[in-house]
């Protein structure tokens, strides 16, 4: 499995939690201004919209914060070791 973090790759990545995040702001949109049959604003229903907008928000963050965390780490590979001198012979 190919593991990619070139710009490419987290543009691709970003660019779906923006998506998504687009959805959900979509779906509470739907639930605020959500009309009853008679075409008057009801405010109890269109649950349906703000269970989806809530679980794509939670989607959301934690893609964001994946994708930040998996970003901002430190080189591996450059690591460097400090191990302390071997303790000096006793002249005794």
């Known amino acids: 499995m190919s593991?990619?973090?070139?710009?490419?790759s987290v543009f691709w990545?970003?660019?779906?939690?923006?998506v998504i995040a687009l959805?959900?702001?979509w779906q509470f949109y739907a639930f605020?201004?959500?009309?009853n049959t008679t075409g008057?604003?009801?405010l109890q229903g269109g649950k349906a919209h703000l269970w989806w907008a809530i679980s794509?928000?939670?989607v959301a963050f934690i893609g964001?914060?994946?994708?930040?965390s998996t970003s901002m780490q430190y080189d591996r590979?450059?690591?460097m070791h400090i191990t302390s001198p071997p303790a000096p012979k006793s002249l005794l």
Do not use: C, M, N, Y
């Open 64 to 68: 964001a914060f994946l994708i930040l």
């Open 13 to 18: 990545k970003a660019s779906g939690v923006v």
């Open 3 to 8: 593991h990619e973090t070139g710009p490419k």
């Open 32 to 35: 605020v201004t959500f009309k």
């Open 23 to 25: 959805a959900a702001i």
């Open 40 to 42: 008057v604003p009801d």
């Open 77 to 79: 590979r450059s690591e």
């Open 56 to 58: 794509l928000s939670v």
